[in-house]
T-cell receptor, first 111, second 117 residues
Framework: KNEVEQSPQNLTAQEGEFITINCSYSVGISALHWLQQHPGGGIVSLFMLSSGKKKHGRLIATINIQEKHSSLHITASHPRDSAVYICAVRRDGGSQGNLIFGKGTKLSVKP | GAGVSQSPRYKVAKRGQDVALRCDPISGHVSLFWYQQALGQGPEFLTYFQNEAQLDKSGLPSDRFFAERPEGSVSTLKIQRTQQEDSAVYLC???????????????FGEGSWLTVV
């Protein structure tokens, strides 16, 4: 079993829909990252969380440390949100950047 | 530069050939990381530098993989005697500082796409 599991693997939505991507992990962590990867490889860091909730524009990320679960929400989705969204965790006691990555959720937003 | 820069962007190597991949982190960034991403998979950690010191190389898959950052800025990932299973995107990332339980925002480069034929 992977230490970081994301669901769903693939997600197709209509423009304007509210989207939720889930991430569950099985190890103790000191931080969780949500990343966005566009075709061509470039990765953008969206959020880094160690507790609670963060919001940036139409994106909201939450984390529940007790339940070892995080969600990424996109409100009023747009075709430009189409990308792969990756959850990654920094293991407790692990070196910075020694992240365990999920396999990603491929989001496609149709106009 | 404005972001993390990697070169070459694309490299085709014959099996057995040595390759060198370069990463220019954001100026002033202390921490530098290398990751390997196979097709359809999430990235996997390879190694971490804080300035010129390689603090964690636990992810390097074999002794054919070697990374250095001699002056604490530019880093090179070298793969000797490449094998087909080395085909992947090699991502470099950097962050401003290396301390703290949570760390800092990590900035990724576009990646170097290596195909071994």
């Amino acid at each position: 079993k992977n230490e970081v599991e994301q669901s769903p693997q693939n997600l197709t939505a209509q423009e304007g829909e509210f989207i939720t991507i889930n991430c569950s992990y099985s190890v103790g962590i000191s931080a969780l990252h949500w990343l966005q990867q566009h075709p061509g490889g470039g990765i953008v860091s969206l959020f880094m969380l160690s507790s609670g909730k963060k919001k940036h524009g139409r994106l909201i990320a939450t984390i529940n440390i007790q339940e070892k679960h995080s969600s990424l929400h996109i409100t009023a989705s747009h075709p430009r949100d189409s990308a792969v969204y990756i959850c990654a965790v920094r293991r407790d006691g692990g070196s910075q950047g020694n992240l365990i990555f999920g396999k990603g959720t491929k989001l496609s937003v149709k106009p | 530069g404005a972001g993390v820069s990697q070169s070459p962007r694309y490299k085709v190597a014959k099996r057995g050939q040595d390759v060198a991949l370069r990463c220019d982190p954001i100026s002033g960034h202390v921490s530098l990381f290398w990751y390997q991403q196979a097709l359809g998979q999430g990235p996997e950690f390879l190694t971490y530098f804080q300035n010129e010191a390689q603090l964690d190389k636990s992810g390097l898959p074999s002794d054919r993989f070697f990374a250095e950052r001699p002056e604490g800025s530019v880093s090179t990932l070298k793969i000797q005697r490449t094998q087909q299973e080395d085909s992947a995107v090699y991502l470099c990332a950097s962050s401003l500082v290396g301390r703290g339980a949570g760390g800092n925002t990590i900035y990724f480069g576009e990646g170097s796409w290596l195909t071994v034929v």
